[in-house]
Each structure stands twice: as structure tokens, then as C-alpha cells.
Nanobody
Framework: VQLQASGGGLVQAGGSLRLSCAAS????????MGWFRQAPGKERQFVAA????????YYADSVKGRFTISRDNAKNTGYLQMNSLKPEDTATYYC????????????????????WGQGTLVTVSS
């Protein structure tokens, strides 16, 4: 699986962005999809994950109520809608997929994920 993340950019605090993750191959619908972010000098951290069919979602506490993860398996694409952005959301955002099911904290470790996109930079100005 190859992943291509896009949609990052510069936005003011309180603004919105929608990230996209385009996947190659026919296995996208059978993979869990997730989003992570990494700020300069910090470790990569979990943001959100979505199950195969899109009905099950998990979010880090820091983004709950502001971010929404979704997917369109017909288009082999996943999304991260980010609203009410804060300066502390500034980071490079990565999409990832994994074959095995994970739930909540079980999705958090980056090492548990199989495939990664190249990252897209989100900068939130105050």
C-alpha cells in the first residue's frame, strides 16, 4: 500500500483544514486507517483512527470534538477534517494504515502501523 497525504497549509487559529490520504492498491478497504502528527523535536503521536467500514473511530483527547476522521473506500481515500485549530496543532501530519484491528489506546504506538504516507505540514498561526 502506498499512501499520499495532502491538504496541509498555513491557517490562523480557529480556522479549518481538511487533510486527504490517497491510497494505492485494492487493499485500502481492508485496512484500518489512522492519522499521526509530529511537531519539531517531539515524538510522533496518535491523532485518530477509523475502522474498515468507517463506523468505528478513535481520537486522541487533544483533538476530540475538533477533528473528524472519515474514509471513502470507493475512492481509496481517507480524510481528517480539522476545525477550531490551535497553534499547538502545528505539526507534520502523517496518514498510516494497518491490517490488524486496533481499539483506542491499542492504536497509539506508531510502531503498530504498517504503511505510512510522506506527511503534510500544518501550521497554525496565533
Amino acid at each position: 500500500v502506498q499512501l499520499q497525504a495532502s491538504g496541509g497549509g498555513l491557517v490562523q487559529a480557529g480556522g479549518s483544514l481538511r487533510l486527504s490520504c490517497a491510497a494505492s492498491g485494492r487493499t485500502f478497504s481492508s485496512n484500518i486507517m489512522g492519522w499521526f502528527r509530529q511537531a519539531p523535536g517531539k515524538e510522533r503521536q496518535f491523532v485518530a483512527a477509523i475502522g474498515w467500514g468507517g463506523a468505528t473511530t478513535y481520537y486522541a483527547d487533544s483533538v476530540k470534538g475538533r477533528f473528524t476522521i472519515s474514509r471513502d473506500n470507493a475512492k481509496n481515500t481517507g480524510y481528517l477534517q480539522m476545525n477550531s485549530l490551535k497553534p499547538e496543532d502545528t505539526a507534520t501530519y502523517y496518514c498510516a494504515t494497518r491490517k490488524k484491528f486496533c481499539a483506542d489506546y491499542g492504536c497509539y504506538p506508531p510502531t503498530y502501523w504498517d504503511y505510512w504516507g510522506q506527511g503534510t505540514l500544518v501550521t497554525v498561526s496565533s
